[in-house]
């Protein structure tokens, strides 16, 4: 019997340095693949800027990945089209931007300070700033009606315009020419390297799978002790 033990103890520490071995490969290939991601949007961030609307098609659909990218367009405000974003720590201002073709940009221009939103420039002004997809649903809507810019939402808050398909930010430069504090970027997440993520989870499926062989040799082990006890007696 002490033989046997000493052999489930070797089986259970080989099948344990296994799974640990397993869970760290996976954990560094997740690493892997959050860092590809986040160098895809600064690589898509750091490209020139596009002039938005000769990439959008007149039935809103993209001519081109522009999800990211600094962008230039032209129009003018709608300030009767203002809400606020308010977040965990910060409300955004949102205002709709008229562009010259006729459809509206939701434009994050900045933060809101002191619950006073800063007046909008009057006539026609080029923006730059980046463009950027709707933002999920907030898990909670605050007073104001908005938790994150959400383009659905702001469909049925503005129902009388045609919105374009994305939202754009304000680069700081331009908030800072507006005289409104800029608002955090939240990029959307880049493409990233799914190889990695698959080999994440190939990692973790081979440790899940150590484990279960593990106890089943252990256990296997335990029931060859008991037989050969039994016929010893």
Do not use: C
Request: charged letters at 15%; proline letters at 8%.
């Amino acid at each position: 019997m002490p033989s046997i033990r000493l052999k489930q103890a070797a089986v259970a520490t080989i099948g344990i340095a296994a799974t640990i071995v397993m869970l760290g490969l996976g954990l560094w290939q997740m690493r892997a693949f959050e860092n590809s991601e986040a160098d895809a949007a600064r690589e898509q961030l750091a490209l020139p800027p596009l002039p938005l609307l000769e990439n959008i098609d007149p039935d809103g659909m993209l001519t081109g990945y522009v999800y990211g990218r600094q962008v230039l367009v032209s129009g003018h405000y709608l300030p009767a089209l203002t809400e606020l974003v308010e977040g965990s720590d910060s409300v955004r201002a949102v205002t709709g931007f008229e562009t010259s073709d006729g459809r509206v940009l939701p434009v994050v221009r900045g933060l809101v300070e002191g619950g006073q939103v800063v007046p909008a420039p009057s006539g026609t002004v080029e923006l730059s700033g980046v463009f950027l997809p709707s933002e999920p649903a907030a898990e909670q809507n605050p007073p104001s009606g908005l938790g994150s810019v959400r383009l659905a939402a702001l469909a049925q808050l503005w129902p009388e315009v045609q919105l374009l398909p994305g939202y754009l930010t304000l680069s700081p430069e331009q908030a800072a020419a507006e005289g409104i504090p800029a608002a955090p970027l939240q990029l959307p997440e880049g493409e990233g390297s799914w190889q990695n993520a698959g080999y994440a989870l190939q990692w973790w499926a081979f440790a899940g799978f150590a484990v279960f062989m593990t106890i089943h040799f252990v256990r296997v082990l335990g029931r060859t002790g008991t037989v050969v006890h039994q016929e010893e007696q």
